[in-house]
């Protein structure tokens, strides 16, 4: 069974930095993406960063030149290291998995982290 199991998150101060890391673990599944999604209170989920199998990354505006999306494709891990945070950055983030499995009835499927708490506020 596949589980994504995310950290890194918590309060920093405006114009800090976190790094937060999830993790997918299970057998027969390869990666297709990943990335990173948010949601602040009252709003809907929304991508933040994305990485494809390939490298290839693509970033929401807000947070481009600031956040960085990269993946460990031997720990089967992904990242997203974000500097000088604003307030406006503050939300649940979450880590979602876009998976090939092998040996099952769905051949693609996606899957979510549990979500990690990211608050900037001085």
């Known amino acids: 069974q596949v589980q994504l199991v995310e950290s890194g998150g918590g309060l920093v101060q405006p114009g800090g930095s976190l790094r937060l890391s999830c993790a997918v673990s299970g057998s027969h599944f390869s990666i297709a993406a990943m990335g990173w999604y948010r949601q602040a209170p009252g709003k809907q989920r929304a991508l933040v960063a994305q990485?494809?199998?390939?490298?290839?990354?693509r970033y929401v505006d807000s947070v481009k030149g600031r956040f960085t999306i990269s993946r460990d494709n031997a720990k089967n891990t992904v990242y997203l290291q974000m500097n000088s945070l604003k307030p406006e950055d503050t939300a649940v983030y979450y880590c979602?998995?876009?998976?090939?499995?092998?040996?099952?009835?769905?051949?693609?499927?996606?899957?979510w982290g549990q979500g990690t708490q990211v608050t900037v506020s001085s």
């Open positions: 979602n998995a876009d998976l090939y499995l092998y040996g099952s009835t769905i051949p693609r499927d996606e899957y």
């Open positions: 990485i494809t199998s390939s490298s290839n990354t």
